[in-house]
């Protein structure tokens, strides 16, 4: 008979109870190697029952308020440690769980599932009539919608018959990656009504017997917990949600809970719902490309509607997600949000941020994406997912072969779109609004994107540094990403075959990313068992291959975490602290582990370095401040700074080393560069460290794949057509001698802005400033500066900015407890002869026009200085004055990651340094300390609470000097501080 309208159909009122095992034993099969097929979406199996296309979306059940999530932004910070034994608990009172009688169930109906009437309701709508109309007759989930919409009953018919010659899955047949039976679960929930019982007994049958084939897949040496095993796992939940009562299904159920709603919920949870393989293989497993094929979006969505209560506290699955689990499901929109790159050039479509392996034609937010954002984004009630969805429609279609919604998905439409979200725009102040940058699997993952703003033309930064996951991922620990108008620092080459020249010996080594090389002769890496003879790149180890083991053998994260340190040595990068506050964003990691070093090496190998760290700093809208500390072992060469460009580089005075200057290996002896991404975005790139910095340019036509004496470009051919990235040339910075201590400190700014902005050289470019420290904290400190905002205010001029970056210069990092720099107009450097051993800060040179050597008051002093300190204690109090030391401007606590923003007004001398002072400390040091509280000494200070900038929680409130406040925003990452200090101003020093 035809659904009822309006009103979700009943069944008998006892409900379902499905136990779940509170001890699980995974059992390890043997290693079963595995042969890897290369086609456009690797490793994708073909199975017996798929149909066309691309499957999309989930529906939205309830929508879950924000303040669920007991954060401000989801997703950002680390997943608590504990999370392998804890995180997916589903009730730890009773291990059980109960599953909604009737049918529908299943994302329509349910307890929480859109109803029937709302499905009739969505389709009147007019963005949705003349769509609803066409729903039907392209496979078995079309034909399902169908009846449930207009109670077709030929539509039904079909279903039953597809479903009733459905021969089931094995074993064999699903054993890579995806199987079907998730989509016959959820159409024959759909059509249940309009089956016979013998109808529904023999499919139930059938997807209990696939359910228990998938689960012997899962318990065994099966895929990857990060590639493929989420997507078997949600196919194992769908059908046992779905089936009626029938021998072995307790088993099956009991299988969905251990697979999918702990283990496989929890590797996203894990990665804070990025993913490490990219977003081309994020939207394979997360979501279907092939009806019927129904992966981890559809599971969560019948979880949620089918499951009574999730968790103690929490009847949604959602809410639990949002509450308990890191917010990773938002995160995991926010991600395909943040990565998504504005259309530039002529006829430009938008596009993602490259990483992992990541097919051509995959590189654009259209068809397979828009689904699953729409989900989370109507789950959520997130307006700004919501207009990410609609504003896509500016490129593309609604539905359309190259729409935002394939006509294969067109069934999910009235239960997927946000139709009742309202927009928001990214930069709507809080708590609508995004921050500017955030972080994903803080803990593990470490990938970072940073913005200067959501419009075409701001700039965009991608950072990540963590642990080694799976087979297509890449050996990229610390590779950065620059982006305005076009890429203008990138992911280098294409996705080409599982096995080709081009893949295993260039396109997923370190060599084609923006990261360090550290050459060493007779390094040994291992390659591809078809690839031939090992490329050396000088780059990490490579672990795809793994002679020890396989690489794609891991079935839960308990057993991942076992490999990390120990077995599969899957330690490579972490992320030792991030923020991102008003003056920019700062970002300390180590990547020592993912190289031959002396922690772990390959066999055959010796180490090749002990530390290996690198430090971003992105002070907005246009300075990129990389800092990186190396110490080397042995006979290893001097590390090499790698960056891949979409253009040929202008050098300062090039020599031709081989081939020609168009196409071939060109060096310079003077360590700056610029670059034209020919779509209106610029980047100016120097070596402030060390002195000896010389760069090599290498690309063009047989060379822009240059690895180990050879151009590794077979397989690349037919790929590397827009909307590929692959580059042109890449470019090298490196000392032109080995240091005889073996220690390195590489310090590079990278200057984005748009083409045609006039730039002087050296007065608009970043520079060196001297910052002195103290005896008792004597280890070394960088200090990067950038005159009057550099381009982006058109010249230092009043009312301008200038920008400064303070942080660790040793070698490995150390702490900055105390420094003094010159800010706001040229001050003179020197050491200062009053016992302390001190030095006086030199401020930035190339003042502001008419500045005198030692400032102009006129113009300087309404000159403001972003400082943004890194690298210090975190959780210690830290104090601010001006030279000589007064009155204290400023106190905080700085943030746990150990930075503080710091707004200076006018020009000076800026002493910082750690209260109490260090035993031994010299008397400026101990002045700052010694010191009343803040203020003029003798008079009072006031408390203000002051308006918090976009993206930022409320602001504590604090002392401020008399008579102008100092304000400090905890960020919502991590309590990080910004002051804004009141300077003393007039005829400079």
Aim: net charge neutral.
């Amino acid at each position: 008979m035809a659904p009822a309208s309006g009103c979700r159909r009943s069944w008998p009122s006892t409900p379902i109870v499905l136990s779940v095992y509170s001890t699980i034993t995974v059992l390890a099969a043997p290693y079963r190697a595995r042969g890897l097929r290369g086609s456009t979406m690797r490793m994708k199996r073909r199975h017996r029952l798929r149909t066309l296309g691309a499957v999309a979306g989930l529906s939205a059940l309830a929508v879950i308020p924000a303040a669920a999530a007991g954060r401000r932004h989801p997703g950002d910070g680390p997943v608590r440690s504990g999370v392998a034994t804890a995180l997916h608990d589903m009730d730890a009172r009773n291990d059980t769980v109960d599953v909604f009688p009737g049918h529908p169930r299943l994302i329509v109906g349910g307890h929480r599932g859109t109803s029937v009437a709302a499905l009739r309701a969505a389709c009147q709508r007019p963005e949705l009539r003349a769509q609803c109309d066409q729903i039907g007759g392209r496979h078995v989930l079309d034909d399902a919608m169908r009846y449930l919409l207009a109670g077709d009953r030929a539509a039904a018919g079909r279903v039953a018959g597809v479903l009733g010659a459905w021969g089931g899955c094995t074993t064999a047949d699903s054993d890579a990656e995806h199987a079907d039976g998730g989509g016959m679960a959820l159409a024959f929930d759909w059509v249940w009504d309009a089956l016979s019982a013998g109808e529904r007994a023999a499919i139930s049958d059938k997807l209990v017997a696939c359910g228990a084939a998938l689960t012997a897949v899962l318990d065994g040496n099966g895929p990857h917990l990060w590639h493929g095993y989420t997507s078997l796992a949600a196919s194992v939940a769908l059908m046992g949600l779905a089936a009626d009562d029938r021998p072995g299904l307790a088993s099956v159920r009991a299988s969905m809970v251990r697979h999918f709603r702990r283990n496989a919920l929890e590797a996203y949870a894990v990665v804070g719902g990025a993913w490490p393989e990219g977003y081309g293989y994020l939207r394979s497993h997360f979501f279907s490309s092939d009806p019927p094929g129904q992966y981890v979006m559809d599971a969560l969505r019948a979880w949620d509607s089918a499951v009574t209560r999730d968790h103690p506290a929490h009847a949604s699955l959602f809410e639990t997600i949002a509450a308990e689990e890191g917010d990773w499901l938002r995160g995991l929109g926010h991600h395909v949000y943040y990565g998504t790159l504005p259309a530039f050039g002529a006829g430009g479509k938008p596009t993602l941020l490259r990483g992992g392996d990541l097919p051509t034609g995959q590189a654009v937010p259209n068809r397979q994406y828009r689904p699953f954002v729409d989900a989370i984004a109507r789950v959520y009630g997130d307006g700004v997912l919501a207009e990410w969805g609609r504003g896509l429609e500016a490129s593309w279609p609604l539905v359309g072969g190259d729409g935002t919604y394939h006509p294969i998905h067109r069934y999910s439409l009235p239960y997927n779109l946000p139709l009742g979200v309202p927009p928001v725009l990214p930069d709507d102040a809080p708590p609508s609004g995004l921050p500017l940058g955030r972080i994903w699997g803080r803990a593990d993952l470490g990938y970072a994107i940073l913005r200067s703003g959501w419009g075409p033309g701001d700039t965009i930064v991608g950072y990540r540094a963590g642990k080694w996951f799976t087979g297509h991922q890449h050996m990229d620990q610390g590779h950065l990403d620059i982006w305005r108008r076009g890429p203008l620092a990138l992911d280098a080459g294409v996705y080409a075959g599982w096995g080709t020249e081009h893949r295993e010996a260039y396109y997923m080594r370190t060599v084609a990313h923006n990261t360090l090389l550290l050459p060493r002769a007779g390094e040994v890496f291992e390659t591809h068992p078809g690839g031939g003879g090992a490329i050396g790149d000088g780059g990490q180890r490579v672990h795809t291959y793994n002679r020890r083991g396989c690489a794609q053998c891991m079935q839960s994260v308990a057993e991942w975490r076992a490999n990390v340190g120990a077995g599969l040595r899957f330690e490579a990068g972490r992320i030792d602290a991030f923020e991102d506050g008003p003056s920019g964003a700062a970002i300390a990691s180590d990547i020592t582990a993912a190289y031959n070093a002396t922690g772990y090496v390959t066999p055959g190998n010796t180490p090749k370095l002990a530390v290996a760290q690198r430090d971003v700093a992105f002070v907005r809208p246009s300075l990129v401040v990389v800092v990186d500390r190396v110490r080397t072992v042995g006979d290893t060469d001097p590390p090499r700074f790698v960056l891949h460009l979409p253009a040929r580089p202008a050098l300062v005075d090039p020599r031709v080393v081989r081939g020609q200057a168009d196409n071939g290996i060109v060096a310079s002896g003077v360590a700056r560069f610029e670059v034209d991404n020919g779509t209106g975005g610029r980047m100016l790139v120097q070596a402030l460290a060390p002195a000896d910095a010389a760069m090599t340019a290498i690309g063009g036509r047989d060379h822009r794949y240059w690895v180990d004496g050879a151009n590794r470009a077979a397989g690349a051919a037919g790929q590397e057509g827009p909307p590929a990235e692959p580059g042109l040339w890449r470019i090298e910075s490196a000392p032109a001698a080995r240091a005889a201590s073996g220690e390195y400190v590489l310090v590079h700014t990278l200057v984005v802005t748009d083409t045609g902005r006039p730039v002087a050289w050296p007065s608009g470019w970043p520079r060196r400033v001297a910052v002195a420290v103290d005896p008792a904290a004597p280890e070394a400190v960088v200090g990067v500066g950038w005159a009057g905002g550099g381009l982006d205010s058109g010249g230092r001029a009043a009312g301008t900015q200038d920008r400064l970056v303070v942080r660790s210069g040793a070698v490995p990092r150390g702490v900055v407890r105390f420094v003094t720099v010159g800010v706001g107009g040229e001050v003179d450097g020197g050491v200062r002869d009053d016992g302390s051993g001190e030095a006086a800060g030199s401020g930035l040179e190339g003042a502001h026009p008419g500045a005198s050597a030692v400032g102009d008051a006129a113009a300087a002093d309404d000159i403001t200085t972003e400082v943004l300190l890194a690298d210090l204690a975190g959780g210690a109090t830290y104090r601010a004055c001006r030279l000589p030391c007064g009155s204290v401007l400023a106190e905080a606590v700085v943030s746990v990651e150990g930075v503080w923003h710091v707004a200076v007004d006018g020009p000076g001398e800026l002493a910082v340094g750690q209260c109490p002072a260090a035993a031994g400390a010299g008397e400026t040091w101990r002045g700052l300390c010694a010191a009343g509280g803040v203020g003029t000494p003798g008079a009072a200070t006031a408390t203000v609470t002051p308006v918090a900038p976009t993206g930022t929680a409320t602001p504590t409130a604090v002392a401020t000097s008399t008579g102008a406040p100092t304000a400090v925003w905890p960020t919502p990452e991590n309590g990080g501080r910004w002051a804004r200090l009141p300077w003393v101003t007039g005829g400079g020093r």
